[in-house]
């Protein structure tokens, strides 16, 4: 989330002297990160599952899919437009809301015996 509401702040961070992530990367490689930043959650999700770390329920937390992808496409298609990318923050707390619910709700379906590891 705190990447996404900075995308559109470039040309201010560097007239301040900022040096901010995106400032350093450029809004570009920065977007190119969006996706890998959001596999690497659900990844973390699919080890701990695997591993018998995470109950099999918390595989909903992959229907965060769907947000990702929005962010990362959104990103991706307007780095380069600060008009355009400052609501990306809006879908990074989708993303952000959506998986830990989803996360949340695997843990808590476990309890009652749903989709439990036997």
Known sequence: VGLQSIFHQVEDDLAAGKRSPIVRL???????????????????AALAQLLGFFPLSTSLIFASALPAWRLSQHVNRYHNQPQKISNAKFYAIGFHFWSGLLLSLG???????VWAWS
């Open 107 to 113: 843990f808590w379906m476990s309890t009652w015996g």
């Open 26 to 44: 450029g809004t570009g490689r920065g977007a190119q990160m969006v996706p890998w930043v959001c596999g690497m959650g659900l990844a973390i």
